[in-house]
């Protein structure tokens, strides 16, 4: 008669109550973890975004997080048929807890979202992996995972990202001539919350809407001065004026206030990102009808550029959609 495995019997046995406790465990040890590692990133950004945004926070920091818990779950490898779910949905609690504590913008987190959930899961096949190799050498094979987040961040903090230079353009049909379009153009005010469409920036990320642009002056050396909300004010220096035409200006950011209300590791002006110019240009389409079309260019120098793309393509562009609607709007009306 052979003697059960006490390691196996110990195993399929573990009772509830203390495989609970032991996941609220780890997931403490992975938030303090994750907050120390923050707060040595930010002591040594250059700026409101600085080394933050690197691969070490986008990147290697959950891959890391993901590989460490699934190991703390089963050190031995000996539970093949545990999920990599658990360890990512830990993964998810962390990122959530820390950026409360942290108070991280909305806009910040939902960019990390995929991210993090992407190399989490890594994380947990790459300790699988390790256990179906080395079993007994795994805890060795997988210490350096514990220092990885920090050797990454202090190689974001000696070299600089790539830049790229992207641009984002949408238009709409207005009912309308140019020269009854025009004056909107140059003076919108009074701007209220139900005018618009809804759109994920604004209304579920929870990005101010515009109260109002007003361009004061006229030709190159006029100024539109822009309002979103009760807090954010920027400057759009006008450096083409046709009338009835085009209407271009480069952006002026005179205070924070934009990263202050939105995100404040997203600067219009940052190490990061540099929102540069942007503009209207009208083409009459028949003699009631205008095509409107309003266009942001912008620089992004991180290491993830072609994703941060995809997210100035969806940001900038609802903003700019809930623009035009307004325009068309207060145009036909």
Not at 219 to 225: D, I
């Amino acid at each position: 008669m052979n003697a059960p495995h006490p390691e196996n019997d110990d195993v399929s046995h573990t009772p509830w109550s203390w495989v609970a406790i032991r996941l609220i465990l780890i997931f403490i040890l992975a938030l303090i973890a994750s907050l120390v590692f923050y707060l040595i990133a930010e002591a040594t950004s250059s700026d409101a975004g600085g080394s933050i945004i690197g691969l070490s926070v986008l990147l290697v920091l959950p891959y890391s997080l993901g590989a460490i818990i699934y190991l703390a779950m089963d050190p031995r490898g000996q539970k093949p048929e545990l999920t990599t779910s658990i360890p990512i949905i830990l993964v998810f609690f962390v990122l959530a807890l820390g950026a409360l504590f942290m108070k991280e913008g909305v806009i910040c987190v939902a960019m990390l979202v995929p991210l993090w959930w992407l190399f989490s899961w890594f994380g947990t096949l790459t300790v699988k992996a390790l256990h179906n190799r080395y079993r007994a050498r795994t805890k060795l094979h997988s210490t350096i995972l514990i220092i990885l987040p920090f050797l990454v961040l202090g190689i974001d903090s000696s070299t600089h990202a790539p830049t790229t230079h992207e641009s984002v353009e949408r238009s709409i049909i207005i009912n309308a001539a140019p020269q009854d379009i025009w004056p909107h153009l140059l003076k919108m005010d009074d701007i209220s919350d139900q005018e618009g469409q809804w759109n994920i920036t604004q209304s579920l990320l929870q990005v101010h809407r515009p109260r109002a642009a007003i361009v004061v002056g006229e030709g190159l050396n006029a100024k539109r001065l822009a309002a979103w909300g009760d807090d954010i004010t920027f400057e759009e220096h006008i450096s083409h004026w046709d009338e009835n035409n085009a209407l271009r200006w480069n952006f002026v950011f005179p205070n924070d206030s934009v990263h202050k209300y939105t995100d404040r590791h997203i600067s219009p002006d940052g190490a990061h990102l540099k929102i540069k110019e942007g503009g209207y240009i009208l083409k009459p389409i028949s003699p009631t009808q205008t095509r409107l079309t309003l266009d942001t260019q912008y620089a992004i120098s991180t290491p993830v550029n072609t994703y941060g793309a995809l997210w100035g393509e969806l940001i900038l562009g609802d903003i700019q959609t809930n623009i035009l609607h307004i325009v068309k709007d207060r145009s036909e009306h």
